[in-house]
């Protein structure tokens, strides 16, 4: 199943230098609070906002989700790790 990967948002977001109040801007939020609850998982993207964030971080949709119970991938040397190995 895919899921929304919060912690990619966020890191586009800070990556780009971009504040809570503009993205909650952005999604027409009256203040940085509702777009802070977006990205800490405690309300849910609807698809026109994530189009929108998606646009604004000039990425493809696809780059915003994960698929859930799949292990991340850490190539180390000829062994491929999952992530419970590296930590």
């Known amino acids: 199943m895919k899921k929304v990967n919060l912690k990619k948002i966020k890191e586009l977001r800070k990556k780009a230098g971009l504040s809570l109040e503009y993205m909650g801007k952005l999604l027409g939020y009256e203040s940085p609070n509702g777009y802070y609850y977006l990205e800490i998982g405690r309300g849910k993207f609807t698809a026109e906002a994530l189009a929108k964030v998606a646009d604004e971080f000039k990425v493809p949709i696809e ?24 930590i």
Do not use: H, I, P, Y
Not at 69 to 79: C, L, S
């Open 63 to 86: 780059e915003l989700f994960f698929v859930e119970g799949v292990a991340e991938m850490v190539t180390q040397g000829n062994k491929s790790l999952t992530t419970r190995d590296v």
